[in-house]
């Protein structure tokens, strides 16, 4: 069932459904898959009196605005870090730098006995094994040793997770390249074959050994990387470290060659899709296994893709200079051996690291919490925040992220051929655009270094401010903008900006979707890092559709309202397109148009469904169906075991505050309260009819 929202407060109801995703993953911890388990049920739609018990009013279920400073989005982010998934028996360690980790082959702390596996590349740690079983065990043993003199910080082994939200697999073409202006970049640069871009993911579809195994796409930019996935349990592919990162876990989708595919597929080939940067070579790094990777892994796999040493790994003779991480997990901190790994790449390398996708303070979810790294949220194809990206004191910058019904499309695995394309969505898919922008600026100016990036950010050379004046707690510093970044960079390598010829006007968002209940929406036209001719004309391209300017100077730029005329339109999508046109060119917005069949007397219109966990009150999960004749199905898949409440309603932006079940909204009864349901491994749970009651 394909999902649509069709009420801007049914987009910010949106964001409940990523939180699915994360508690899935969150306790995927072994081979064979997390135990969940499928809620299913029934809604009928009555009118007020029509069902028994007696109207009951539910709480409207609260959205709350990303606006809070550190303070409050740690203690909103510390419930999500009770059940966080680590490497039995294993502990990080690091010692006073008087100390050296390797002399330490074991260690008795509170009656408990570690043995070393190995030290890490960071210097001055080593991974311990250990007992300790549970995470409660492990945080026991941790915090005794911090409490040593010689300790400078303990903490379990980690897993951490592909930072993505789940693949939509209809098509979608690369309408992100526009909305970071990324066209008018490539007339500054197309990247160059001597930067190095390391990707740290499940590894990428590109076997150094098999030219058949290799995607088209990517074929001439892959360096030898390394597979740095210590534990056979979670590699999947038959060993331990090893020379070959090709990624052979389908249950990973491939999101290490759908990020590299991003950053630089082969572009101008005649091929498939386009990467950000023409030119540059890209380092895959294998991290993610079946059931994610460890801390340890990470780091040192930090440490060996910016040129350092790693124990047991030769030399890499490619260091890059732009490390994407498309990945992660909830955390209170940035975990010590994570911050050291950064703390070295940023010698030398800009770190980009995507925020996490579960609505929530990206400062809960590490590596984003981590100093020094690049912090990045997703937008959607409207341009506003995308409703699963965290946000919160530690976002830097926001890029295309896309969402259920508009991906981000690049390369994707070869199991039907050599290669395959696919749209996915999600904070990951964000990262290796700003990433592969990096790239870009590493060409036209190769000493720039991470605080060179970091500055030019402040300032706002990179961005489009978005959201409110300067840095703010939702968009960060702005969404990327790949014109004015390579401007920047060209500046800082030359002291002048390129003579280029002027650039067509920019349109936000790059797209429209208009849902049936969408009668206007309003676009901003304005100009480029370099001056741009006046606007000649604004027109749209059928005559049920219309735009006219809203709020604009004298040049054209500003704001226009653009509006469908759906009377005589069949029910059906339409597709049409707005034109700017100045002498320097002519840009089309995209405009798609959703006629729905009149509502019958008595329909309680769009219906979002609910799946709240009755421990901590918070909506994991929520669909929206229509209840065709009075009856819709519902159904969650992958549900953690747990109790959880149900309810459904309507929200008929009458308030618009982006709740269902206020004055005159259809709300959900089963009797006297909202349903409960208990989940156990691999269950089936079917749900008794759910009555959504409303005044007709």
């Known amino acids: ?37 499928v809620v299913s049920g029934q809604l009928r739609v009555g009118a007020s009196g029509a069902s028994a018990g007696g109207a009951t009013t539910l709480q409207p ?34 010692f006073e730098p008087s100390l050296r980790a390797a002399a330490v082959d074991r260690l008795s702390v509170a009656g408990v ?34 409490a040593r003199p010689d300790v400078r910080y303990a903490h379990p082994n980690y897993l951490l997770f592909p930072a993505r939200a ?142 350092g040493s790693v124990p047991g790994v030769s030399t890499n003779a490619n260091p890059a200079r732009v490390v994407n991480l498309s990945l992660g997990g909830a955390a209170d901190e940035c975990y010590g051996a994570l911050a050291d790994a950064i703390a070295r790449a940023l010698q030398s390398a800009v770190v980009v690291a995507a925020a996490g996708n579960v609505n929530q303070p990206a400062i809960g979810f590490t590596p984003a919490n ?32 896309g969402d259920a019904e508009s991906g981000v499309l690049s390369t994707g695995p070869g199991n039907t051929g050599p290669g395959t394309y696919m749209p996915m969505y999600g904070t990951s898919m964000a990262a290796p655009h700003v990433a592969g922008v990096a790239a870009l600026m590493k060409a036209i100016a190769p000493e720039m270094s991470p605080a060179d990036f970091d ?66 929406a309003v676009v901003t036209v304005s100009e480029p890092a370099t001056a741009v001719p006046p606007i000649a004309a604004v027109r749209a391209s059928v005559p049920w559709l219309s735009a006219g300017p809203t709020m604009t100077d004298a040049a054209g730029f500003g704001h226009y309202t653009i509006a469908a005329d759906r009377r005589g339109l069949a029910p059906g999508t339409y597709n049409a397109y707005v034109e700017v046109a100045s002498s320097a060119g002519t840009v089309k917005l995209p405009v798609t148009v959703v006629v729905e069949k009149p509502s019958s007397p008595g329909t309680a219109g769009p219906l ?22 009075g009856i819709g199905e519902f159904r969650f898949q992958r549900v953690p075991p747990g109790s959880y409440v149900i309810v459904a309603g309507a929200d008929a932006d009458a308030d618009n505050d982006g709740r269902i079940c206020g004055p005159g909204e259809a709300c959900s009864i089963a009797g006297a309260d909202p349903q409960t349901v208990t989940v156990t491994d691999d269950s089936l749970t079917t749900v008794t009819t759910l009555v959504v009651r409303f005044d007709p």
């Not at 609910?610 to 918070?618: E, S």
């Open 1 to 37: 069932m394909t999902i649509r929202f069709s009420s801007s407060a049914g987009r910010r109801l949106r964001a409940l459904a990523a939180l699915a995703l994360v508690l899935a993953l969150v306790a995927a911890c072994g081979g064979g898959g997390p135990p969940t388990g």
């Open 113 to 146: 006995t570690l043995e070393a596996v190995r030290t890490l590349a960071t210097g001055g740690a080593a991974l311990y094994r250990t007992t300790a079983a549970t995470l409660d065990e492990a945080l026991a043993v941790a915090a005794a040793l911090e």
């Open 608 to 629: 979002h469904v609910l799946l709240i966990d009755a421990r901590t009150r918070t909506a994991v999960a929520q669909q929206t169906i229509a209840a065709t004749g």
């Open 370 to 401: 981590c100093p020094g790294a690049i912090v990045v949220g997703a937008t959607d194809r409207d341009g506003d925040r995308a409703s699963y990206s965290n946000y919160g004191s530690r976002i830097d910058i926001m890029a295309p992220g």
């Open 455 to 520: 500055a030019l950010l402040a300032a706002g050379e990179l961005t489009n401010d978005y959201g409110a004046p300067g840095r703010d707690n939702v968009y960060g510093h702005g969404l990327l903008d790949a014109y004015r970044a390579v401007l920047a960079a060209h500046m800082l390598a030359n002291g002048t900006v390129p003579d280029l010829p002027p650039q067509p006007p920019l349109v936000q968002p790059p797209a429209l979707i208009m849902n049936a209940q969408t009668a206007a």
């Open 61 to 94: 279920i609260p959205w709350r605005a990303p606006d809070a400073d550190a303070s409050v989005d740690r203690a909103l982010a510390a419930a999500a870090l009770a059940d966080r998934p680590f490497v039995p028996g294993e502990i990080v360690v690091a």
């Open 166 to 307: 789940p693949n939509d697999p209809s098509y979608a073409q690369q309408w992100h390249y526009r909305a970071i202006d990324l066209e008018s970049a490539w007339d500054v640069s197309v990247g160059s074959s001597d930067v190095v871009v390391a990707v740290l993911d499940t590894g990428i579809y590109y076997s150094q050994a098999d030219p058949s195994k290799r995607h088209p796409d990517l074929v001439g930019r892959v360096l030898p990387g390394y597979d740095f996935i210590s534990n056979a349990t979670y590699a999947r592919d038959g060993d331990g470290r090893d020379p070959d990162p090709f990624d052979t876990v389908p249950g990973n989708d491939y999101h290490g060659t759908h990020v590299a595919g991003t950053i630089g597929a082969a572009t101008d080939n005649g091929v498939g899709v386009a990467g950000v940067d023409w030119h540059a070579r890209l380092l895959p790094l294998r991290v993610l296994g079946d059931g994610g990777g460890s801390v340890a892994d990470v780091a040192d796999a930090i440490v060996w893709a910016v040129g």
